[in-house]
């Protein structure tokens, strides 16, 4: 069972972590998707989740360019400090070539974000976060 939790207090990396596990369970999952989040000036969680689903295998620059535009605009609209990021797919816990190519193209696309929350990766049973090393 997911839980969702607005109004949740996010400070740092340990509570995101919980809070994406609460969020998406130990389901498997149909297909790729981004999800985000969005954490308000005092660190709370907004009443708002946003899966993109259906991303594709490898991150192209049309994907990314829609995500961001996409990201921009809400954070405009919504006034939120920061949008966190997971990416979710079906499979094994083991993180891929391709989810770190992902990771990557996301912190790249994003860097700018203040805070830069740490990309996690949601499979069956397991979420973990991409560790900076994945990143490079």
């Not at 996409?70 to 993180?95: C, K, Q, Y």
């Amino acid at each position: 069972m997911t839980t969702f939790t607005p109004g949740r207090l996010i400070t740092n990396d340990t509570e995101l972590r919980e809070h994406w596990v609460g969020l998406m369970g130990e389901e498997d999952f149909e297909k790729r998707s981004l999800w985000l989040i969005f954490v308000e000036h005092d660190q709370r969680v907004a009443p708002v989740v946003v899966p993109i689903d259906d991303i594709p295998m490898d991150p192209d620059d049309d994907t990314l360019a829609e995500v961001s535009t996409f990201i921009v605009r809400a954070r405009d609209e919504l006034g939120v400090a920061s949008i966190p990021m997971l990416l979710s797919r079906p499979g094994t816990a083991r993180m891929t070539d391709t989810d770190r190519r992902w990771a990557r193209a996301l912190a790249s696309a994003f860097e700018d974000q203040q805070p830069q929350w740490p990309i996690h990766l949601a499979t069956r049973q397991r979420v973990q976060v991409f560790a900076p090393d994945d990143l490079l």
